[in-house]
């Protein structure tokens, strides 16, 4: 068929495989888009750990696609798209490239996390945007790795990016290149980092320009909007299948500070009210709204749609409310450097109330941690700088079927995975001395609970270490009876026979033949333990 066959078929009856055809198409530049990243990024965090997303969005920033990789970095992508079509959306232009990681100018997360944005044209419009979020190693800050545990302002956690221009009309704009060069104490990773990115978005534009020019706009823009309709209709279809009602929780946290949510349930609505929660703190355990709202996302789209896709639509029936100023939206100039730990403990107790009303669906709790690990310093071979960015694996909890699962990733990390030991042998300079399942179990009960992860690196040069952690002080809970996991840790052995415990860290100064040893959680049992065996 011909491009203008197929346009005037979208108009009318929406030929149902060319517009399959044209969403398979956006879900594979979404795909190649991660593959660029991956491939052709410099610092291990990205190639290794995979800690980066990739997605398109429409040209109002809804989001149509997604690649591998973190799925609440995904969750981001349009939520910065929209800020930069709020900002942008009058002065777009062929080969404009946009970035930023300000949380209240698109960024979302913290300043380590940059989003690159390039919006795509066809017959001299704008028809979708090709975004990636990644982590970036040092955006400068008071310590190395821009993730300091005391910052009581966001400025002392970096350099804050509030939705640029990179590129203008496919000229790059080196003053902003030279500006993040400046402000990093890796300034090279920086800025490979950066250009794998650029790259990414680049190769997805490049796909999406073909669909358009092959199948027509009108038809591009029909196979979006039935995609959302898809995601709507599965996400009303799961809800349908839960018992309506609200339910309530009331969870104490490790600093003595109590977190409250509660989620109505209806046929037809998924409403989660964190309203009457903490301030903001003058510390980075803050979170930005949109960040609060993807860890209901999360909780959301694993009751209601489970399926691997996800789009605009799927989360239409979502409704997630916040007081501004509050620990769950923060406001300038709060810092946010560790935000990931308060985002997964309100995953966890979102996850939490639910289980506790509807036991049969969701697992008793994980190690429930990031558990970032940075570690910076020269090697001792090559005397480059390095800057070591490593989330930790531990226990899942049982759920009412099984046991739970041994050393996996937080449930907001997705597709991703440790560093090799090699790589990290070879590009740190350190030594990985050991890594292998904890020796305590997980949680007791009908069905145990899935065993975290010790760790322990042997520094053979100067370095500092910055880390935070959850569960430190509180183990992981258990459901239906079931015991309760263990608790996150970190220490350090210094040569002098001495032991350090911490659960947060920053600007800690190593020796060489000091020892960290890391131990993650083991995950919550799940029912009593007089019924093992009877099921």
């Not at 990773?189 to 669909?211: H, P, T, Y």
């Not at 694993?302 to 896709?309: H, K, R, V, Y």
């Not at 309100?346 to 558990?371: M, Y």
Request: with cysteine.
């Amino acid at each position: 068929m011909t491009t203008a066959t197929l346009q005037e078929v979208g108009k009318g009856g929406h030929d149902p495989v060319t517009l399959t055809v044209i969403e398979a198409g956006l879900a594979a530049a979404a795909q190649e888009m991660f593959a660029t990243l991956r491939k052709t990024a410099m610092s291990p965090i990205i190639t290794e750990v995979l800690d980066c997303g990739t997605g398109v969005t429409d040209s109002t920033g809804r989001l149509v696609s997604s690649g591998a990789g973190i799925p609440t970095f995904v969750g981001a992508l349009d939520k910065a798209v929209r800020h930069l079509v709020g900002r942008f959306g009058a002065d777009l232009a062929p080969g404009d490239i946009f970035l930023t990681n300000d949380p209240w100018h698109g960024g979302v997360t913290h300043l380590n996390d940059i989003v690159v944005a390039m919006p795509v044209f066809h017959d001299g419009a704008c028809i979708a945007w090709a975004a990636s979020m990644a982590h970036h190693s040092d955006l400068g800050g008071r310590v190395a790795g821009s993730m300091a545990v005391d910052a009581a302002e966001i400025w002392a956690e970096g350099l804050r990016l509030p939705a640029l221009r990179l590129f203008e009309r496919g000229e790059s704009v080196t003053p902003v290149f030279e500006i993040l060069a400046a402000n990093s104490r890796r300034p090279a990773l920086l800025v490979g980092d950066l250009w794998s990115q650029i790259a990414a978005a680049r190769r997805a534009a490049q796909r999406i320009e073909g669909l358009a020019a092959r199948h027509g706009n009108v038809a591009l823009q029909a196979a979006i909007e039935a995609a959302f309709a898809r995601g709507r209709a599965r996400a009303l279809q799961g809800l349908a299948g839960l018992p309506a009602g609200r339910h309530e929780i009331a969870v104490a946290q490790d600093d003595g500070a109590l977190w409250r949510v509660a989620v109505t349930l209806s046929p037809d609505t998924f409403t989660v009210d964190l309203r009457g929660n903490p301030p903001q703190m003058a510390s980075p355990w803050n979170l930005s709204r949109e960040g609060a709202v993807i860890a209901a996302q999360m909780i959301f789209k694993a009751l209601a749609d489970p399926a691997p896709e996800a789009n605009d639509g799927s989360f239409a029936h979502l409704t997630v409310l916040t007081d501004p100023g509050s620990v769950f939206h923060a406001l300038p100039p709060a810092p946010q450097g560790y935000y990931f730990e308060t985002r997964i403990r309100l995953l966890d107790l979102i996850w939490r109330c639910l289980a506790e009303a509807l036991p049969e669906h969701l697992p008793a709790g994980h190690f429930g941690t990031i558990g970032g690990v940075v570690i910076a310093g020269r090697h001792p071979e090559t005397g480059r700088g390095f800057t070591m960015v490593e989330p930790q694996m531990g226990g899942w909890g049982a759920t009412a079927g099984r046991e739970g699962l041994d050393a996996m990733f937080s449930a907001s990390h997705g597709e991703t995975f440790n560093c090799p030991v090699e790589v990290a042998e070879a590009r740190y300079g350190l030594r990985v001395v050991r890594r292998a399942l904890a020796s305590e179990a997980g949680g007791g009960g009908q069905h145990r609970g899935g065993r975290g992860v010790e760790t322990e690196l042997f520094l053979v040069a100067p370095a500092v270490l910055s880390a935070g952690f959850s569960h430190v002080n509180l183990p992981v809970w258990g459901l239906a009876g079931g015991g309760p996991g263990g608790r996150n840790r970190l220490d350090v052995l210094r040569t002098n026979g001495t032991e350090e415990s911490y659960g947060a860290v920053s600007g800690l100064h190593l020796d060489p033949g000091d020892r960290i040893r890391i131990t993650t959680a083991g995950g919550g049992g799940w029912g009593l333990e007089d019924d093992r065996g009877s099921g």
